[in-house]
């Protein structure tokens, strides 16, 4: 038992952050009531039934004080017992006060006390109280007998043994298995502790200006310094403060304030409220008590506060000198960042939930539903929002996704093609929605609860949380204010691993740029053939059958991939370009219905009925396991003799007007060392061409992609041929877990849920399985190959958890999509600090 003074001392992980605040507080001199705290070990042994010396306990306070006893937890997130007010009021100390503050008020006291004794303490049915008249003159002789009738005993009347009650059941309810499990929940260890504050109090009623309130300076949703909080006379605790009667502090045109009501109070609150602010080192939210126009401080806590106002709180409190930069950076949770990139549902706002699913690309947005890219289009022309719903998505969607504002399918995981479109976007997406019927003939969505949805109503998707919901609740739009770009420049100071973004499109790259990744370390050229009149050609190329015809649709591709180069090397000039040779799944290039197959044949000018066979034979059981990345590269070589063509031309254009390039060329799925001996004989072929053709010189970086479980074992074999290697985690993942990545969302939850998997592996890393992979492939590469660069390129690579692995194991960068880059960032410099 510890009595609150400025010299003993008091710790958060013993007798709880509220008690260790307010002996902070106290050392300021700030006036706070009488305070004894006892530790977590005192509270644990009351629970066992060992009772403290209660005369001791309560020996620093007056004998006719009226005290409360408040929750300390190491972390007031964890929950516990309320807060029990009060103790100390029996029938004399009523009748005193009666006469004192009036009988109203003293009625208001007895009462509160009695029924809240009853309830947590006597464990009396709240019920009884029901149908109480609390107004009565003699609602507390009522109440005294409800209590002896029901509790076969007279109301206590020693304060001792009021307080005695009063911890005993505190203790015994933080002990009780179901709060246990409830702050495991919210993740506290097993065996957390509770400490108690004995405090006395400070009535709030009586003559004079008396009640209640809080404080604090700064705004919770927006950050920016603000005097908020709420103040109501003649009360006792927050509860109150959630009446309409309650005033605003300071002067306001939607009501009287205190600082009307009682200035010097007002002035002294903000005072306290800024010494708290630079000596605790934190915005805080005081809870204050005045009497007879006297200010008390019963409490401070951090105040709540949105991802934004997180930002600009760390940034303001480094830049006033109060915290060092570091710890700024360490106070800010990287994924929060993702809610200042992108618009969010107000947290605020009303929820009408219809369904969740999984949440592949953060923010929300709010349209109309369409069923078809084509709508999406005609929705976006007509300049209408539209969430454009898909069993699932493949190219041929792609600019219908662009129009659309959100993205929603029934099918596929995180690493989904409308998962993976939806972030390189920045497009709002949730995937895997199966609970939600997705009738899409009869263009409607029914919900679990039978509620439909039809083509043209109004949904909003949250990527964030994985919802859909009806309307359009309220939205905070996005913020890259200049505290953002503070904690980012900050953030660059302090990592030690390079964060790349997987950039296809100039617009990417220009977003990569804006968020200074350091290069793009993955390009997956095929997604650079999703526009229609492009997939024309590139599906012209796959359905060649005589090498005349391919030939005729590679030329076709070589002036736009070189043009496509051109472009990102310039965006990114200065920066390394990591360039992925073709890896197209080749589902994801057939057209899948009888329209696409018409299109296709006209454009072919072939016989609807050869395309379609043609098709058929090109169709693959497990296309994610088929003809793709180099397999196809040495299938039909051509197709990357063209893309290195491509590669090297654009290089040199790019070095005309600007430092020189050196790119990075990087071959998909390999398996076998002789496959990269393969393509590495003719890319090198193609640059002594480019180079005697164009008489100019230019060096570039060859390397893998380890995304194959044989490429890591077998990494030493393969690294002598190669600059660096990029593990595929996707693709890994998949193949370690023999989990297909598009299938795997319908029962990933499932698997979760039931404790299988501790989480989605394609979300978070499988340290133990995949992660074993790569440690391996690192080591064993780098024993063949001592400089062989080291990178993460697949959804892993944003995702904290991950990087913490990447950076143990000796990794040099890891690439996510432009969005988490500021994510990535973040995390990486609390990982180095
Ligand atoms: C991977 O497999 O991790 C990867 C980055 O490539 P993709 O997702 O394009 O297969
Ligand atoms: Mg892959």
Redesign the pocket.
């Known amino acids: 038992m510890t009595f609150i003074t400025a010299t003993a001392p008091v710790a958060t992980n013993s007798h709880g952050g509220r008690a260790k605040c307010l002996q902070r507080l106290v050392r300021l001199e700030l006036p706070v009531p009488k305070t004894v705290a006892l530790s977590f070990a005192e509270v644990h042994r009351i629970a066992g039934g060992e009772m403290p010396d209660m005369d001791a306990l309560l020996a620093p306070f007056e004998s006719d004080a009226i005290v409360c006893v408040r929750p300390s937890s190491e972390d007031p997130d964890w929950g516990g017992p309320g807060a029990i007010l009060n103790i100390g009021m029996n029938d004399a100390r009523h009748a005193s006060l009666s006469d004192q503050i009036g009988a109203r008020a003293a009625n208001g006291l007895y009462a509160r006390f009695i029924q809240s004794y009853s309830v947590n303490v006597a464990r009396l049915d709240p019920d009884t109280f029901d149908d109480m008249d609390y107004q009565a003159a003699d609602i507390c002789r009522q109440l005294l007998d409800a209590y002896e009738d029901e509790a076969e005993e007279p109301f206590p009347q020693s304060r001792a043994d009021q307080l005695a009650g009063v911890l005993r059941s505190m203790a015994r309810a933080w002990e009780g298995t179901s709060a246990r499990l409830l702050r495991q929940a919210k993740g506290a260890p097993a065996d957390a502790g509770l400490g108690l504050v004995v405090q006395e109090m400070v009535l709030g009623l009586g003559h004079g200006e008396c009640g209640s309130g809080v404080l604090q300076l700064v705004n919770s949703t927006t950050g920016l310094p603000q005097i908020t909080g709420r103040y109501l006379s003649q009360s006792q605790g927050r509860e109150a403060l959630e009446t309409g009667a309650a005033l605003f502090l300071e002067r306001d045109s939607r009501g009287p304030s205190l600082q009307e009501t009682v200035p010097e109070a007002f002035e002294e609150l903000k005072a306290h409220a800024a010494l708290m602010r630079i000596r605790l080192r934190a915005e805080m939210q005081i809870e204050f008590t005045i009497e007879s126009g006297n200010v008390h401080i019963l409490d401070g806590v951090r105040v709540q506060r949105s991802s934004r106002a997180a930002v600009r709180i760390a940034v303001r409190l480094a830049k006033d000198g109060i915290i060092p930069k570091q710890e700024a950076l360490i106070r800010v949770e990287p994924r929060a960042l993702s809610e200042l990139l992108h618009r969010q549902v107000d947290p605020e706002a009303q929820r009408d939930v219809i369904a969740t699913g999984i949440a592949a690309s953060p923010g929300a947005a709010t349209g109309k539903i369409v069923f078809s890219a084509a709508e999406a289009q005609a929705s976006a022309a007509r300049g209408e929002a539209c969430v454009l719903v898909r069993r699932e998505t493949n190219p041929e969607d792609i600019r219908g996704m662009h129009d659309a504002s959100a993205l929603l399918t029934e099918r596929g995981g995180i690493?989904s093609h409308a998962a993976?479109i939806g972030r390189g976007l920045g497009v709002p997406c949730v995937v895997g929605a199966s609970s939600l019927r997705f009738q899409l003939r009869k263009r409607a969505l029914i919900a679990p609860d039978g509620r439909v949805f039809r083509e043209g109503e109004t949904i909003t998707i949250d990527g964030t949380e994985g919802q859909i919901l009806a309307g359009e609740p309220a939205m905070l739009e996005a913020t890259l204010d200049d505290s953002f770009q503070t904690l980012m420049a900050w953030a660059d100071e302090e990592r030690d691993i390079d964060v790349r973004a997987?950039a296809d499109t100039p617009a990417d790259a220009q977003t990569a740029r804006n968020f200074n990744a350091n290069g793009i370390g993955?390009c997956?050229t095929e997604h650079m053939f999703f526009e229609a009149d492009r997939l024309t050609v590139m599906r012209e190329m796959i359905f060649a059958d005589a090498s005349d015809d391919r030939r005729s649709a590679i030329e076709q591709l070589l002036p736009m991939q070189r043009d496509d180069f051109t472009k990102l090397f310039r965006i990114m000039q200065g920066q390394p370009v990591c360039i992925?040779l073709f890896?197209p799944p080749l589902h994801e290039f057939l057209p899948t219905d009888r329209a696409g197959l018409r299109d296709l044949a006209e454009a072919l000018n072939l016989p609807l009925s050869v395309v379609t066979r043609r098709a058929d034979a090109l169709g693959e059981y497990n296309p994610m396991l088929g003809m793709r990345g180099v397999r196809l590269g040495i299938t039909v070589p051509e197709i990357y003799d063209m893309q290195a063509r491509a590669i090297f031309e654009a290089t040199i254009a790019a070095s005309r007007d600007g430092d020189p390039i050196v790119p990075e060329i990087m071959i998909?799925l390999v398996s076998a060392k002789r496959e990269v001996e393969l393509v590495k004989t003719r890319i090198d072929a193609v640059a002594a061409a480019v180079r005697t053709e164009q008489g100019t010189d230019f060096d570039y970086r060859l390397g893998v992609?380890v995304?194959t479980p044989r490429a890591a074992l077998r990494a030493e074999d393969i690294a002598p041929h190669c600059h660096f290697f990029s593990?595929?985690?996707?693709?890994?993942t998949q193949m370690t877990y023999g989990l297909s990545r598009d299938d795997a969302g319908r029962f990933m939850s499932t698997y979760v849920r039931q404790g299988v998997f501790p989480e989605d592996p394609f979300h978070t890393l499988d340290a133990d399985g995949v992660g074993e992979l790569l440690k391996l492939g690192a080591q064993r590469g780098r024993a063949a190959q001592p400089d062989l660069t080291l990178s993460v390129?697949?959804?892993h690579g944003g995702s904290p958890e991950s990087i913490a692995f990447c950076r143990k194991i000796g990794i040099d960068y890891v690439s996510c999509s432009p969005f988490r880059v500021p994510v990535a960032r973040l995390a990486a410099a609390q990982l180095a600090i």
């Open positions: 690493t993976v997987n993955l997956r992925r890896d998909p992609m995304e593990f595929g985690t996707n693709d890994l390129c697949g959804e």
